[in-house]
């Protein structure tokens, strides 16, 4: 597909986008973006979709807002929000490459001007690997950000101390026993990398990642968006449209949500991943490539730095990001090769995002061929007490849940099997030779019933 090709697909894409798809299914309302745009009173958005092979097209709609509010186009710089964490990983994972860190090294082999404490004072046991994914059981915060001129350090906002607004980052959670997403991780983070290499964040981060990948019209440089054209800086809004004083906000966290960027830059990132993960790239190697986007804690959908859907035919990494006055994703479809992102100078451009990202995942997410219908008939456990019953009737599937009427399902073209009456969707998939298993996906939540074997039935019958 030529640029030419992009701008004409998406051009089309963008006349017809969902209403209201946070739900996660597919609405029979749809807006263009413009009308959306209004509906949610999202000032500006720009856009960009590219290949592996470099093709780009990216382009901007609306105004950057202030008073010297401009059209938004292709160069126009926004708030990259928590994107900044998927690009400080990337750069951390660098540093893993070059033998500067370790991914499962206690964290305080590298920390020299700051010490992780729980709430006791005692150091807790973390890695550079849980710092990444979110595992390492922190403070849950969300960063803010400051008006220019009264931020205060990063180790003020590690301390708590000085003009911060967040509480001091502690070890509150079991290391590496669950999943909690907080920026505080990555506030760490970017001390961590300033005392292993010796070098301010910003201009580690210019040179290991932003000048390598091309990303020139990025910086964590907080001062970068005064530095540039007012033309080309987003100012960001409120939800209703009351922009937010002064522009912007400081993000003394940078590496957690202080980067600013333009969609282009971003995929140049994700793209600049998805051929390390296929062994193509000169900057990072395959296995941390794949580390990168493989989910560290199973049911989390994250993985290092990096948001993870790995259904089968359904896969996309990337990271969605949401600062005051901005909105944000980006997105690497890998078996379509293809990767999206969006950026919007608006709170309320969510459901906005949302209808782009359900054009880009019909777009490019590759489908899964159907099974034969009479091969997945039979008894399946989403528990031990729970089974599901899916028999044939006059061609069509049956599902039977405990407690439930059976119902017939509605088969999609994509292979799935809709429940008539719930949120609920249906697949049969087939793993390595094996009989199929049932996956069941609510509330874009996936839970896998597997298939009852002759032991689980004489269990059954022994309780019964």
């Given amino acids: 597909m030529t640029d030419v090709e992009f701008s004409q697909d998406w051009i089309t894409l963008l006349g017809r986008l969902d209403r209201q798809v946070s739900s996660g299914r597919p609405s029979p309302d749809t807006a263009a973006l413009s009308e959306l745009m209004s509906s949610y009173q999202v000032p500006g958005v720009s856009i960009a979709v590219g290949h592996v092979d470099g093709r780009v097209w990216a382009t901007g709609y609306g105004v950057t807002g202030g008073e010297t509010s401009a059209p938004v186009t292709a160069d126009t710089a926004f708030a990259a929000c928590s994107i900044s964490k998927h690009v400080a990983a990337f750069g951390a994972l660098l540093l893993v490459q070059n033998g500067v860190l370790n991914l499962d090294t206690d964290i305080d082999e590298y920390l020299t001007s700051w010490q992780l404490r729980d709430r006791a004072g005692r150091r807790p046991a973390v890695t550079v690997r849980q710092l990444l994914a979110h595992t390492a059981g922190l403070s849950d915060t969300w960063y803010r950000g400051y008006p220019a001129g009264h931020a205060p350090s990063l180790r003020q906002v590690l301390d708590g101390s000085g003009s911060t607004t967040t509480p001091?980052?502690?070890?509150?959670?079991?290391?590496?026993?669950?999943?909690?997403?907080?920026?505080?991780?990555?506030?760490?983070?970017?001390?961590?990398?300033?005392?292993?290499?010796?070098?301010?964040?910003?201009?580690?981060?210019?040179?290991?990642?932003?000048?390598?990948?091309?990303?020139?019209?990025?910086?964590?440089?907080?001062?970068?968006?005064?530095?540039?054209?007012?033309?080309?800086?987003?100012?960001?809004?409120?939800?209703?449209?009351?922009?937010?004083?002064?522009?912007?906000?400081?993000?003394?966290?940078?590496?957690?949500?202080?980067?600013?960027?333009?969609?282009?830059?971003?995929?140049?990132?994700?793209?600049?991943?998805?051929?390390?993960?296929?062994?193509?790239?000169?900057?990072?190697?395959?296995?941390?490539?794949?580390?990168?986007?493989?989910?560290?804690?199973?049911?989390?959908?994250?993985?290092?730095?990096?948001?993870?859907?790995?259904?089968?035919?359904?896969?996309?990494?990337?990271?969605?990001?949401?600062?005051?006055?901005?909105?944000?994703?980006?997105?690497?479809w890998p078996d379509s090769r293809i990767a999206v992102a969006a950026m919007t100078n608006s709170e309320d451009g969510w459901e906005l995002l949302a209808g782009l990202r359900a054009a880009a995942d019909r777009r490019y997410a590759t489908g899964i061929a159907a099974t034969p219908i009479a091969d997945v008939t039979g008894r399946y456990l989403l528990r031990d007490d729970y089974p599901i019953d899916i028999t044939l009737t006059d061609g069509q599937l049956t599902f039977s849940a405990p407690a439930q009427q059976p119902v017939l399902l509605l088969a999609d073209p994509d292979g799935r099997y809709l429940h008539p009456g719930l949120d609920l969707e249906v697949r049969f998939l087939q793993t390595n030779d094996q009989p199929c298993v049932l996956e069941l996906r609510q509330e874009g939540v996936t839970q896998t019933a597997r298939p009852s074997t002759p032991s689980d039935q004489f269990a059954q019958r022994q309780q019964g």
Avoid at 177 to 197: E, I, K, N, W
Avoid at 244 to 257: D, F, N, S, T, V
Avoid at 261 to 284: F, H, M, N, V
Wanted: hydrophobic fraction near 40%.
């Fill in 168 to 332: 001091p980052v502690r070890s509150t959670l079991l290391p590496g026993s669950r999943f909690r997403y907080s920026g505080s991780h990555y506030a760490v983070l970017q001390q961590l990398m300033v005392d292993a290499t010796g070098t301010a964040f910003e201009e580690l981060m210019q040179a290991l990642v932003l000048e390598p990948v091309a990303m020139a019209d990025s910086s964590f440089d907080q001062q970068f968006p005064h530095q540039r054209a007012p033309q080309l800086v987003a100012r960001g809004h409120h939800g209703g449209g009351t922009g937010i004083p002064g522009g912007w906000r400081a993000q003394p966290e940078a590496a957690a949500a202080g980067l600013w960027s333009t969609p282009a830059d971003l995929l140049r990132l994700d793209l600049e991943i998805a051929r390390a993960a296929s062994g193509d790239s000169k900057l990072l190697d395959r296995d941390l490539a794949t580390e990168m986007w493989a989910p560290q804690i199973p049911g989390a959908g994250y993985g290092l730095g990096t948001e993870v859907d790995d259904r089968a035919g359904r896969r996309r990494f990337g990271h969605t990001g949401q600062n005051v006055g901005y909105t944000c994703f980006s997105y690497v």
